[in-house]
């Protein structure tokens, strides 16, 4: 049976009929949406929900986000919704957003890892709109990539790790924002950002009057800790090389900072960085990948993930990736960084 469905001009109907049966009969598929890929299913059938986590090797106790269509389904999986989560899904509903509501028990425990709450989003991309539609059920849905290793955004590189795992796999092009949602919780009315994504804490402060992050965000919780996401307390984002972060307020500093630990292996690096230092550091394409212009952390955020996959092939001792100010998206993509770099992180201000 066909697997691959190039949707990138435009979706076909007929091929989204045999997409929207498959999720229907509990199997698994890939499909793009405007943060990065998810490997969907079912969100109402725990043992199709249980072929992601076979497929991803993903760990039981991390939660799935359900996806659904538009705001009218919400009440169909959560309930008791407050005043300020109703705020939220009016302001940011759709969008890369995901909102942690009290659970209906309609969702079957291995979507939520036993927790009393569900993670909900509405995505925006109009592919993965048609086949929650069409599915006519709520789609449970990670990152596709396996467990621990960057996140999908570029079907190229979720082919080379998936394909065989799933039932179908729909190409809807390079997905336009590059990093996960942001996750909030409301605690005793206040926003509380789990994780941070394209709607920035200063946004969810316009609306509501208040927010608050999570201090695991940009650190590791104690062994004792319980962590609020779940997700956040594992090694991710992560290739096989291992990989140094490195922020330096002053740009020249940076450019010193950068060049004294190339030389400390001796040049056998990839450097991950703005396109401007790539001279600057004396490096050729095989020693460094650029995300993009210097001061567009948009770029930045949409090809983060692939130039990690791209500068684990080249087989390095070191992977060294230029941070950026921790502000605004910044601050999402510095989240997943200091992870992929598991706090092996110089920093200058
Ligand atoms: P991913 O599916 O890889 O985008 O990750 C989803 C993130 O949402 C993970 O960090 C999960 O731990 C978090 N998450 C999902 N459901 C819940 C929930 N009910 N409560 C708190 N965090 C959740
Ligand atoms: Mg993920």
Request: aromatic share 6%; net charge negative.
């Given at each position: 049976m066909k697997m691959y469905y190039n949707w990138e001009k435009m979706t076909n109907t007929e091929e989204l009929r045999v997409v929207c049966n498959l999720i229907r009969n509990g199997e698994i598929i890939i499909f793009p949406t405007e943060t990065v890929y998810g490997i969907g299913a079912n969100a109402l059938d725990a043992n199709a929900v249980g072929k992601i986590f076979a497929a991803k090797g993903r760990p039981s106790d991390n939660p799935l986000i359900v996806h659904l269509a538009d705001r009218n389904k919400i009440q169909e999986v959560a309930q008791d919704i407050t005043e300020v989560e109703q705020e939220l899904i009016d302001n940011f509903m759709p969008g890369p957003f995901t909102l942690i509501l009290k659970r209906k028990p309609i969702i079957p425990d291995i979507v939520t890892a036993g927790l009393d709450t569900v993670a909900i989003r509405i995505p925006e991309n109009i592919i993965a709109k048609g086949i929650i539609t069409y599915s006519g059920v709520p789609i449970a849905a990670p990152s596709a990539n396996i467990s621990g290793k960057p996140s999908g955004t570029k079907i190229e590189d979720i082919r080379k790790e998936l394909e065989g795992k799933v039932s179908a796999i729909v190409d809807g092009g390079e997905t336009k924002i590059g990093i996960e949602s942001t996750v909030v919780k409301v605690i005793d009315e206040v926003p509380v950002v789990l994780r941070p994504g394209k709607i920035t804490p200063e946004q969810i402060d316009a609306v509501i009057g208040r927010v608050r992050i999570d201090k695991n965000i940009l650190g590791t919780l104690n062994k004792d800790e319980v962590a609020e996401s779940p997700g956040m307390k594992?090694?991710?984002?992560?290739?096989?090389?291992?990989?140094?972060?490195?922020?330096?307020?002053?740009?020249?500093?940076?450019?010193?900072?950068?060049?004294?630990?190339?030389?400390?292996?001796?040049?056998?690096?990839?450097?991950?960085?703005?396109?401007?230092?790539?001279?600057?550091?004396?490096?050729?394409?095989?020693?460094?990948?650029?995300?993009?212009?210097?001061?567009?952390?948009?770029?930045?955020?949409?090809?983060?993930?692939?130039?990690?996959?791209?500068?684990?092939?080249?087989?390095?001792?070191?992977?060294?990736?230029?941070?950026?100010?921790?502000?605004?998206?910044?601050?999402?993509?510095?989240?997943?960084?200091?992870?992929?770099?598991?706090?092996?992180?110089?920093?200058?201000?």
């Amino acid at each position: 049976m066909k697997m691959y469905y190039n949707w990138e001009k435009m979706t076909n109907t007929e091929e989204l009929r045999v997409v929207c049966n498959l999720i229907r009969n509990g199997e698994i598929i890939i499909f793009p949406t405007e943060t990065v890929y998810g490997i969907g299913a079912n969100a109402l059938d725990a043992n199709a929900v249980g072929k992601i986590f076979a497929a991803k090797g993903r760990p039981s106790d991390n939660p799935l986000i359900v996806h659904l269509a538009d705001r009218n389904k919400i009440q169909e999986v959560a309930q008791d919704i407050t005043e300020v989560e109703q705020e939220l899904i009016d302001n940011f509903m759709p969008g890369p957003f995901t909102l942690i509501l009290k659970r209906k028990p309609i969702i079957p425990d291995i979507v939520t890892a036993g927790l009393d709450t569900v993670a909900i989003r509405i995505p925006e991309n109009i592919i993965a709109k048609g086949i929650i539609t069409y599915s006519g059920v709520p789609i449970a849905a990670p990152s596709a990539n396996i467990s621990g290793k960057p996140s999908g955004t570029k079907i190229e590189d979720i082919r080379k790790e998936l394909e065989g795992k799933v039932s179908a796999i729909v190409d809807g092009g390079e997905t336009k924002i590059g990093i996960e949602s942001t996750v909030v919780k409301v605690i005793d009315e206040v926003p509380v950002v789990l994780r941070p994504g394209k709607i920035t804490p200063e946004q969810i402060d316009a609306v509501i009057g208040r927010v608050r992050i999570d201090k695991n965000i940009l650190g590791t919780l104690n062994k004792d800790e319980v962590a609020e996401s779940p997700g956040m307390k594992y090694k991710h984002y992560a290739p096989e090389t291992s990989c140094k972060l490195v922020y330096c307020k002053d740009e020249l500093d940076q450019i010193f900072y950068l060049k004294k630990f190339i030389k400390q292996y001796d040049g056998d690096v990839v450097v991950i960085g703005v396109e401007e230092h790539k001279e600057k550091l004396f490096l050729d394409d095989q020693r460094f990948i650029s995300v993009g212009k210097k001061d567009n952390l948009e770029d930045y955020a949409r090809n983060i993930f692939s130039a990690l996959r791209k500068a684990d092939q080249i087989k390095s001792s070191k992977i060294i990736i230029e941070g950026v100010k921790m502000e605004g998206l910044g601050y999402a993509i510095m989240n997943r960084l200091i992870r992929t770099c598991e706090h092996d992180f110089f920093e200058k201000q």
